[in-house]
């Protein structure tokens, strides 16, 4: 039996990879290159999270952690105007203060979930929100494909033009998030 090499037919897959490169920095780095050192995140998990958490409070930190998402997610667009060495250094960086920050903020929602139920609703509770999590994520790819491409055909607009879109619209969705750790959105339960 043989295998024969899949090929792109004809020219649309290799636009929409020349398309992307033009688009992002993607094409200027390795992206792989970025994975080794966001998992350093394990270090920082056991390290540090715990002392924080037990300092500061779930709450607190899911809170801050959020806010500098923001910040870090605010840089993006920025970020695709360098090149060389400092693209490279910049991407890492981010990636690594993503991957922290959203540990981070999953490890305290978790936190907070298991709180505010009883001990003997704990199952359903972590089961609906496992099942809520795994809808988003097989939603998002979609809507992120679907803003992605009405951003491109804004390339002209007077506000907020092409990409500047997207990640507009990642940082409301992450203010959302943060908004929703204060009251009356977020009650805690007194056992």
């Known amino acids: 039996m043989t295998i024969l090499p899949l090929r792109p037919v004809g020219p649309a897959p290799r636009l929409l990879a020349q398309n992307l490169l033009r688009i992002s920095c993607l094409g200027l780095i390795n992206v792989g290159g970025a994975k080794p050192i966001s998992n350093s995140l394990l270090v920082f998990q056991l390290a540090i999270y715990s002392y924080a958490e037990r300092n500061l409070g779930p709450i ?4 801050i ?3 500098l998402a923001l910040v870090v997610l605010s840089t993006y667009p920025l970020i ?3 090149s060389g060495v400092a693209l490279t250094v910049a991407v ?3 990636s690594v ?5 959203s540990s981070s903020t999953i490890t305290g929602t978790f ?5 505010a139920v009883r001990q003997d609703q704990r199952g359903t509770a972590n089961g609906i929100a496992m099942t809520a999590m795994s809808i988003c994520k097989a939603i998002g790819p979609a809507a992120a494909g679907i803003i992605f ?3 491109e055909k804004r390339q002209d607009a007077s506000f907020l033009p092409g990409t500047q879109m997207v990640f507009f619209i990642l940082n409301v969705v992450l203010a959302l998030g943060v908004l929703w750790t204060f009251k009356p959105f977020l009650a805690e339960t007194q056992h």
């Open 60 to 63: 607190i930190v899911t809170r």
């Open 65 to 67: 952690c959020g806010i």
């Open 80 to 82: 695709a105007k360098l």
């Open 92 to 94: 890492n960086s981010a």
């Open 97 to 101: 203060a993503k991957n922290v920050f």
């Open 111 to 115: 936190i907070l979930q298991n709180r």
């Open 149 to 151: 491409s009405w951003s």
